[in-house]
Structure formats: C-alpha cells, structure tokens
C-alpha cells in the first residue's frame, strides 16, 4: 500500500470581478491531480511557475482546503479531519517551505523554533526537548552551540538547514520539501540535496520534492511528475521521463536545459513552444496545452485526454504521444 495516494484533487479559488463583484469566477489551481507516494520514494513535482505545484502541496499537508478529491495517508483519508485530529497526522507529515528567510520567526531563537512543533505534537518534557533539538542540529551539520541564536544571525543555507531540523523533529514519514534549494546559491543547493539524500537513507523517509529546476530533481528524485495549468500530463521513473519525454509539454521542458558540451548543445534539436501559458480562470477546452503545443491537431481542441499508461512505462495525458515518439 503506498504512504500517500492523492486522488483526483482539486483546488479552486473564487474571485469576483466588476463594480459591483457581480462577475463571480473560479481559478482552477489544481484541476484533477492523481498521483501516489510509497515509503521512502522521492516524487519530483516539476512544471513553470504557477501550474500549481506549490497548491498541491500545502493541501497535502492541510495549510490550504481542498475544493474536492481524496488524499489517503496510511490508508487514512485526511481531507474530512477537524484540527483537533490533525495532531496525529502532523507527526507523520511536514513542510520545508521555499525561503529560508521569511519561514523562521525573527523574534525567536533557533532552540525555541525547534522545540515548538515538540511541545505542541509530542508530550515531551523540558529536558526531553533540549536533548532533542541538539541531536536535530547535529543531523543537519549545525552546531548545538547555536541553540541561542536568532535567525538574522544564519546565512540562507544555514536557515534552510535549521527548516529542514524542525521538519524532521518530530519523525514524520513524509516531507514535502517546497523548492527548498531555488533561494540558494549552487554550491549551497548541492550541500542541502546532498543533506536531502542522507537523511532519507537514515531515516527512510519519503519525499515530494518540488521544483522548477530539472537538473536537481533528476538528481534526488525516484520519479517525476509533470504539471501544466493545474493537472499532472506525464509521471515516469526519472530514468524514463529523462530519456525519452513523451508529452509535448514534457519535450519542451527537457529541451529548455542546456547541455553542458556545446559540441552537443549547438546541434541538439530544440522543441521550441509559441504563445503564454492560458488563465487558470479561463482553461482552453479539450487539451489544456493545445494552444501551445506544434503537434496539436483538432481532437487536441474537442476531447480532454485521460493520464493513460503508454510502452515504455510511462504515464501521459496526450492523445498522439506514441506518434511524438523520437521527435
């Protein structure tokens, strides 16, 4: 049975336009996204800005409601807990949010910040508590000796480390690591992955692992999903998904990262996609991607095509991908 089974979930947002707030639409931030976590997995969640890789996570983890769907963890369906119920689940399930900077409380101290998901989750005492938060900065490369200090005092991948301490603090099996690396310089980006690998190896942990950058999900993830306007149109293992790409939207992502010979970079084939990324307010019809896309034909235009498993072990949503092979 897999840790997390997302099934078919939706995020929607009201808003109101006009003089008179007469003019009542619904952006469609995540539309339908199926997907599914097994113990110690890493799931890369990649797609451009706005697709909502970011919405999807924090309904995961409850911070944002769900219009509709079902998200099943341990079997268990989290979607209809009240708060109080959710203390049991926020042991087992945690948050890395993107800027180190703005996610850590400025008036207090690094041991306070740590220690406060262990008085509020787990009936630990005092003392219990301060061993705990040492040993936590021990497992990120920090030294206890820190305890006392502020934020303002860290640099930013020192901060990110201190979040991924008070991630970790109370044992959960599943993070969901929120583009933990994308504030950060690159030699820091390698430390914090690199840190990201070791702590699932030792604590057998699983990951959702979101991201804009597709050289670093390759790196630590076990499979990808892709996503576009609020739906997932391929998931692969990551061998699969970088070798051969099979939804055009997924083809253009891939050929959008340079290669690091420019022999090969200058004589690769780009797929190069026209026009901006539809309203989440106003979604084409049939294929979300099908203004953009140079293969779409009119059935593209008409028919919704379905997440459907192809040959080669991927799963995509695109009614032509057997024909798009090798192109």
Same mark, same amino acid.
């Given at each position: ?26 952006v ?8 599914? /976590? ?7 969640l ?8 970011t ?12 219009t509709?769907?079902? /998200? ?12 109080k ?9 945690? /948050? ?11 008036r207090?101290?690094?041991?306070? /910040? ?24 021990n ?9 006392n ?15 991924i301490?008070?991630?970790?603090s ?31 190896a ?27 306007l ?12 970088y ?12 050929s959008?990262v340079p290669?690091?010979? @420019?022999?090969?970079e ?27 896309? @140079? ?33």
């Amino acid at each position: 049975m897999s840790l997390l089974e997302v099934k078919n979930l939706k995020v929607h947002f009201p808003v109101t336009r006009g003089i008179f707030k007469r003019d009542k639409r619904v952006v469609h931030a995540v539309d339908g996204v199926s997907f599914d /976590i097994n113990e110690s997995e890493t799931l890369g969640l990649v797609g451009e800005s706005g697709c909502g890789k970011t919405t999807t996570g924090r309904s995961i983890v409850k911070l944002l409601k769900a219009t509709s769907g079902s /998200i099943f963890f341990d079997g268990e369906d989290i979607l209809p807990l009240k708060r109080k119920q959710l203390i049991h689940f926020r042991k087992k399930c945690q /948050i890395v949010f993107q800027n180190p900077y703005s996610s850590l409380d400025p008036r207090m101290t690094i041991g306070s /910040i740590l220690s406060e998901p262990l008085k509020s989750l787990t009936s630990m005492s005092r003392r219990e508590r301060t061993d705990r938060v040492a040993a936590l900065l021990n497992e990120v490369n920090l030294s206890p000796k820190f305890l006392n200090r502020y934020p303002h005092e860290f640099s930013g991948g020192q901060r990110q480390r201190i979040n991924i301490a008070r991630a970790l603090s109370v044992s959960p099996k599943l993070i969901v690591a929120d583009e933990p690396v994308s504030a950060l310089d690159v030699s820091i980006q390698a430390q914090i992955i690199n840190l990201l690998q070791d702590l699932q190896a030792k604590f057998k942990m699983a990951y959702l692992f979101i991201a804009h950058d597709l050289s670093v999900v390759k790196t630590l993830s076990h499979r990808v999903a892709v996503m576009y306007l609020g739906k997932i149109v391929e998931i692969a293992p990551t061998k699969t998904l970088y070798a051969e790409p099979m939804h055009p939207y997924t083809k253009a992502l891939m050929s959008a990262v340079p290669i690091p010979d @420019p022999k090969k970079e200058r004589l690769r084939k780009r797929m190069v996609v026209s026009g901006e990324i539809p309203s989440p307010i106003d979604l084409p019809s049939g294929c979300t991607f099908h203004p953009r896309c @140079p293969f779409a034909k009119e059935r593209c235009r008409a028919v919704v095509p379905i997440l459907r498993k192809l040959p080669n072990g991927s799963h995509a949503s695109c009614h032509f991908a057997e024909e798009l092979m090798g192109k």
